[in-house]
């Protein structure tokens, strides 16, 4: 199955500091998620975006899509050492929306 | 209870044993999920089940038999398996396949095979 791709794998920053983490995809899509990941744990869905969305918000966090490049991105305002976790992408492609295409992740530390 | 629950939490198997690894959810949810994940890779799709149903195979060995009693529960049954089959486990639910719009993941089984 096509995966997606996100960058950078791994982001280093500061408390307080902005975390943006980009994700692309293959092929047309229905909708995609973003996920966290603590270490070890189960993953937990954080924001839906559909594809005939462009911007999303929840909180802390601003979900932009843009279907002519197939990618998304992903950003957390004022970052805290809890948000220290992996994050994944993850597509519901057109025409076939049984399963979802997860990304690679972005691995994210937020130092205090 | 928006909970999806796991068991066990750690799992340290021998190639020759037999084991179960349990998952149940009460939101009413009529798809559940087996994904397995290595470390700092993402989840990879096993196995779903569909009101109760298997609809979705992903060319899972046959070491690995999952089962869905009823539909609050998830279980996969492990024999024979091999040391590459160290992972963590993950069940997921969601309300239906058909809109895959979230997924709720328990936290997993640790598993080792030795």
């Known amino acids: 199955s096509q995966q997606g791709e996100e960058d950078p794998q791994a982001l280093s920053i500061q408390e307080g500091e902005n975390a943006t983490m980009n994700c692309s995809y293959k092929t047309s899509i229905n909708n995609l998620q973003w996920y966290r990941q603590n270490s070890g744990r189960g993953l937990v869905h954080l924001i839906l975006?559909?594809?005939n969305e462009r911007e999303k918000h929840s909180g802390r966090l601003r979900v932009t899509l843009d279907t002519s490049k197939k990618s998304s991105s992903l950003l957390i305002t004022a970052s805290r050492a809890a948000d220290t976790a992996s994050y994944f992408c993850?597509?519901?492609?057109?025409?076939?929306?049984?399963?979802?295409?997860w990304g690679l992740g972005t691995s994210l530390a937020v130092n205090p | 209870d928006t909970e999806v629950t796991q068991t066990p939490k750690h799992l340290v198997m021998g190639m020759t044993n037999k084991k179960s690894l349990k998952c149940e959810q009460h939101?009413?949810?009529?798809?559940m999920y087996w994904y397995k994940q290595k470390a700092k890779k993402p989840p990879e799709l096993m196995f779903v089940?569909?009101?109760?149903?298997?609809?979705i195979n992903e060319s899972v060995p046959s070491r690995f038999s999952p089962e869905c009693p009823n539909s609050s529960l998830l279980n996969l049954h492990l024999h024979a398996l091999q040391p590459e089959d160290s992972a963590l486990y993950l069940c997921?639910?969601?309300?239906?396949?058909?809109?895959?719009?979230?997924?709720?993941f328990g936290s997993g089984t640790q598993l080792s095979v030795l």
């Open positions: 997921a639910s969601s309300p239906r396949t058909e809109s895959n719009e979230k997924l709720f």
């Open positions: 993850a597509t519901v492609n057109a025409g076939n929306n049984r399963k979802l295409i």
């Open positions: 975006i559909r594809s």
């Open positions: 939101m009413g949810h009529r798809a």
């Open positions: 089940y569909s009101y109760e149903k298997l609809s």
